[in-house]
């Protein structure tokens, strides 16, 4: 498998993790999430997962408020929170 835009694979063989790290910059501010096979049973599902909290914090990211081109306190929370939850 390939890595993606803001979707990066991890296959190392002497490393502890494996899996896909999720990676987004938008208004000064860089979100990152791993989602590890071992947690989602496999590297398609861990990739789908990956995928819809893209998707996800993409479509808040783009349609929030931005105040001198920074993202608020508000969204940069709901991002977070967003990412905890998968």
Do not use: H
């Amino acid at each position: 498998m390939k890595s993606k835009p803001n979707l990066t694979r991890f296959t190392y063989e002497t490393a502890a993790f494996e899996g896909w790290r999720l990676c987004i910059s938008r208004g000064g501010k860089t979100f990152t999430k791993y989602f590890s096979d071992k947690r989602y049973d496999g590297p398609k599902k861990a990739l789908k997962q990956a995928e819809t909290k893209l998707s996800e914090l993409r479509e808040l990211l783009d349609n929030s408020r931005k105040v001198n081109g920074k993202l608020t306190q508000t969204t940069i929370k709901k991002a977070e929170k967003l990412l905890k939850e998968s």
